[in-house]
Structures are given as structure tokens and as C-alpha cells.
């Protein structure tokens, strides 16, 4: 038995695109064992996954994957709440850019001391990555709204 809510997330462009309605784009799922490497079952699984419409990926090492999502949701998705702003005016300005940057650069630190594992360019691929984005309104943001 898999326990999703430890070793499995996804990465999708979803956006409510009227009341009721979502769009999703690019939807991933990102799947792992609690403990490093891909077994004969992960491989199996992220298989049977991969359809139409979804990619999966099994992911030797899950929780580095998790920290890097950690790195979007706990700078800009939080910045944008607090401004009630999409990502293109966070990523612009450059106050609440520098803050996202400290608050990325931060949680790589946390992530390093509990065993993540970062490359060493993951802050500045993350905030390059955020160009890539355009207006993009975080779930949280939309949770808010």
C-alpha cells in the first residue's frame, strides 16, 4: 500500500477559470518510497500512471523533490497571498523579488540540515524558472480569493 500524503505530490498549471470550472496543464505526478530508490513496484506504478493528459515520474529520492516544491510554496505562493498579487507582479518588484529569494535561500539551508539535497544553482534555477510563469495565481491565492 502507497500512502499518498507521504510519498507522492504533483505539479500542475491549474487555474479556476470560472466558478465551478479548472483548467489544469501539465499535470505531474511525482511518486517515491519512503526510503531512497526505486523499487520493482514504484517502476510498476508510475507506469500505469503515465496516460493520456498525466506524466509520472518515480523519484529515487522523493523528499529532495518535495523540499524543491517547498521552495515555490513557502516564497512566492506566500508573497502573493500577502501582496493579494499573481507570480509576474511577485517575480517584478524588486522588494517582494528579494524577499522571495531570502525565503528560498532559507529554506534550502533548513532542507540541507535535515538531509535535502540541493544543487548548488537551485535557488537561481527556481527564481529563473518563475519567468517561465507569467501571470500564474498560486492555489493558495486562489484559496484566498
Known amino acids: 500500500m502507497v500512502d499518498a500524503s507521504r510519498n507522492a505530490w504533483t505539479l500542475s498549471g491549474a487555474h479556476e477559470i470560472a466558478p465551478g470550472t479548472i483548467e ?34 518515480a523519484e529515487a529520492r522523493l523528499r529532495d523533490d518535495v523540499w524543491f516544491k517547498l521552495l515555490g510554496n513557502l516564497s512566492f505562493s506566500m508573497m502573493s497571498v500577502l501582496c ?10 524588486p522588494g517582494t523579488r ?36 507569467a501571470a500564474h495565481r498560486p492555489s493558495t491565492l486562489q484559496d484566498l480569493e
Open 98 to 133: 528579494a524577499i522571495s529569494r531570502t525565503i528560498m535561500e532559507e529554506t534550502v539551508a533548513v532542507g540541507s540540515a535535515v538531509g535535502a539535497r540541493f544543487a548548488p544553482d537551485t535557488v537561481d534555477a527556481r527564481m529563473e524558472e518563475s519567468r517561465r510563469m
Open 24 to 57: 489544469a496543464r501539465a499535470l505531474r505526478f511525482v511518486i517515491g518510497e519512503p526510503v531512497a530508490g526505486v523499487t520493482p513496484r514504484l517502476a510498476a506504478l508510475a507506469e500505469s500512471l503515465d496516460v493520456e493528459g498525466l506524466r509520472a515520474a
Open 84 to 93: 493579494l498579487a499573481d507570480l509576474r507582479i511577485v517575480r517584478n518588484d
